[in-house]
């Protein structure tokens, strides 16, 4: 059995610089070892310690999706010794990476459900990996009607966008995006995420909520969520931002009684509610 604190050596294959003020970047990764690069399996949701040699490791939500071959993908903002090493890098570099790590989307619960996406800013990575494994021509009868709203400050700041461009054509998928306030040239919705949830209010039977983004904006609308219907165990959540060690040995990712890097990334907030609620008493 690989040892969990071992990283695997990767080649940069590909870099991309996602946003206009070039803070944030895509690495598309590739295994130097092909059997490492077999054995490396992961679903939407999960997430890999990154390592530069000589300055440290970073835990990254996987941005790529498993339906995508070939390589594997971390979007990285530059705020730490860490990603700004990345950020140095240049296509050819080795790096190291360990995983798969945490858990997933539950994505056998979503079978049959009507799915609401929401994202903001950077916590659209692992966001990426769930749509594109929803739409995928084998995957994409298992799921209802599919609705994404993605917001950032301003136009500039989206990721992904030449395939945001592809997903406003498709008839199957209703994508919304918004930036917080006017910008020259943009046509589109105009406000925070949680405006344009309030105004869908998009019924809550028969569908689950998916919420990535910044603490604020999860708390409003967690809270828009459940007056629309939404139970907590039908809000799901993904606290990769609190991710460590990675295997839940540092101490450092709990929240309540949780570990994410053990329990997590992924949560109900039922199961949030329910960890916060224990150490409580």
């Not at 040892?3 to 996602?18: A, G, Q, T």
């Not at 990426?128 to 209802?144: D, K, Q, T, V």
């Not at 165990?233 to 991710?243: D, G, V, Y």
């Amino acid at each position: 059995m690989k040892n969990p604190f071992l990283p695997s050596p990767v080649r940069i294959s590909k870099i991309k610089i996602e946003t206009n003020d070039g803070r944030i970047k895509s690495f598309d990764l590739q295994f130097i070892d092909e059997e490492e690069a077999a054995r490396f399996k992961y679903m939407p949701g999960q997430f890999v310690e990154v390592s530069v040699l000589g300055v440290g490791e970073a835990p990254m939500g996987i941005a790529s999706s498993p339906v995508e071959e070939g390589f594997l993908r971390i979007t990285v903002t530059r705020i730490g010794s860490v990603t700004s090493a990345l950020h140095n890098k240049l296509e050819g570099s080795i790096i190291g990476v360990r995983g798969p790590l945490g858990n997933h989307y539950p994505l056998d619960q979503f079978e049959g459900k009507d799915i609401i996406i929401i994202g903001g800013g950077f916590g659209f990575t692992t966001l990426r990996s769930l749509i594109l494994y929803m739409i995928h021509p084998e995957n994409r009868g298992r799921f209802g009607r599919i609705t994404v709203i993605y917001g950032a400050r301003e136009p500039g700041l989206f990721l992904y966008k030449d395939e945001l461009a592809e997903w406003g054509k498709r008839k199957d998928l209703d994508l919304i995006l918004t930036i917080d306030k006017p910008a020259d040239g943009w046509e589109g919705r105009i406000g925070f995420v949680t405006d344009v949830l309030k105004d869908l209010s998009p019924p809550a039977e028969n569908a689950y909520a998916v919420a990535c983004g910044p603490p604020a904006m999860l708390r409003f609308c967690s809270k828009l969520l459940f007056n629309l219907g939404f139970p907590p165990e039908r809000i799901i959540t993904s606290l990769e931002m609190k991710m460590k060690c990675g295997v839940g040995l540092c101490g450092r990712c709990n929240v309540g009684n949780l570990y994410v890097c053990k329990d997590g990334p992924i949560f109900t907030f039922k199961q949030l509610q329910e960890a916060r609620e224990g150490v409580s008493k």
